[in-house]
């Protein structure tokens, strides 16, 4: 029988877990963000539907016995692009899990400069739909100027707002209101998606079962900072919500300084 395995954090906000160790590139102002030749249009097919599609779905029904639970409600966004928040758990889950909870729209990550710095799929990675934080104020008018394209074109924009790696975590750390200022600015909707860990059939890994909320919208009879404060609780307390449906630890977290 699998002893679990006990991992000590310190800053809940802060802390990371992922096991990769990688040179993250600068994204300054040289960074292109949007690629129009016919090329790189073709590239982006390529990669996203012909490969990337298919080896994710296999990794994940294989892997994970992988099932998303209430998509239909991104119907109502079916007429704009949206915004959706996820919890950070899986190093390489949670790069395609969004490709298959949007289907068939494309699917956009918000990623760290990491996820575009690997040698060989860093390149990869933009064409299946990576947008890098930028590290410049050049750089930034360009990632805003992306991800506004991405939403004008009927996009969905992923967002990971606890930023960094737990892996196998069933509950919902602490996250900012940051990121949530992006439906603000563009008034258009947000949803949530949960990845739960519950009991799989004949083995004792846990399969991901993915639950998807929404919409909220920005409440535009508040000042700026507090609709997205308010976002960000409404999207919290789901999260939290659908957390708790978890039913298995695969990896325990506690805080340093506890025994329990």
Known sequence: ?????????????????????????????????????LFKKFTH????????VPIAFCYLKIHFQHKIVNRKVLKAAR???????????????????????????????????????????????PSMGAIPLPDTKEASRNFVNVIEKRIRQKKAVFIYPEAH???YYTGIRPFTEKSFHYPVKQKVPAFCFTNTYQKKLFSKRPRIVTYVDGPFYPDETLP?????????????????????????????????????
């Open 1 to 37: 029988m699998k002893e679990k395995k006990i991992v000590y954090y310190r800053d809940e906000l802060n802390d990371e877990f992922s096991s990769a160790v990688i040179n993250a590139r600068k994204i300054d102002g040289d960074y292109v963000y949007d690629h129009t030749s």
């Open 224 to 260: 700026l900072a507090q609709q997205k404060k308010k976002l960000r609780d409404d999207i919290f307390e789901k999260m939290t919500e659908r957390s708790k449906l978890s039913d298995v630890t695969w990896i325990e977290y506690r805080k340093e300084g506890t025994d329990s």
């Open 165 to 167: 790696i737990w892996p």
């Open 45 to 52: 097919f390529f990669w996203y539907r012909i490969v990337a």
């Open 79 to 125: 007429d704009t692009g949206y915004f959706i928040y996820g919890n950070h758990t899986q190093p390489v889950g949670d790069a395609v899990i969004p490709t298959f909870v949007c289907w068939p729209r494309d699917a956009y990550v918000i990623v760290h400069p990491a996820n575009v710095s690997m040698p060989f799929l860093g390149k990869i990675n």
